[in-house]
């Protein structure tokens, strides 16, 4: 989850996401919540994409980047913020660089529209992080962030994209599972 804002909206359809994850066969996922992961601002003297770069120092940073090399594939859940990406987010993304590579990515993005600028930013970034970013994604339409924050049930709001959520799945698995037995061969 790319926001760690108090009464943040990203928790609600990231675990509407792992739901549907979690109906898959043979499909193990889990929810990595960047509340669980307070890093620092990136400061390290060598950027993670440098060869022979010294160990990650911060706990944190060595937990998160165990989390990231032990998964095949990603679905970010991002917020909009100013026609971006969050910082907490893409700090997360910085601090790591090997154990991203040659691995699927979608995204569920959430603004004004949808989280559709942020998640173009996070394709993008992800190219340069050899993150293979995949066609599909889910854009939450800003109406289900006004219920919430108006304390109000956005599950109609949701299960209106179910059946993109379950495309979006079905296309991250598909590259997830193609890339995996590249790296593998």
Request: charged content about 25%; proline content about 7%.
């Amino acid at each position: 989850m790319g926001s760690v804002r108090q009464g943040r909206f990203a928790e609600k359809p990231a675990r509407w996401m792992l739901d549907h994850l979690k109906k898959r066969e043979g499909v193990e996922a889990r929810l990595l919540d960047l509340k669980d992961y307070p890093m620092p601002f990136f400061d390290a003297p060598v950027p993670p994409a440098m060869p022979g770069r010294p160990a990650y120092e911060h706990e944190v940073v060595k937990r998160w980047t165990q989390a990231i090399a032990a998964s095949d594939g990603f679905i970010i859940v991002s917020p909009e913020y100013n026609h971006g990406v969050s910082a907490v987010l893409k700090n997360a993304i910085d601090w790591v660089y090997p154990e991203w590579g040659r691995k699927a990515v979608t995204f569920v993005g959430y603004g004004s529209v949808g989280g559709a600028r942020a998640i173009e930013q996070l394709r993008q970034i992800a190219v340069e992080m050899q993150i293979a970013p995949i066609r599909s994604a889910v854009h939450v339409p800003a109406a289900a962030l006004y219920a919430h924050f108006q304390g109000q049930d956005i599950s109609p709001h949701l299960a209106g994209l179910d059946a993109v959520a379950e495309q979006t799945i079905d296309d991250l698995l598909w590259w997830t599972r193609a890339l995996k037995t590249a790296r593998e061969g």
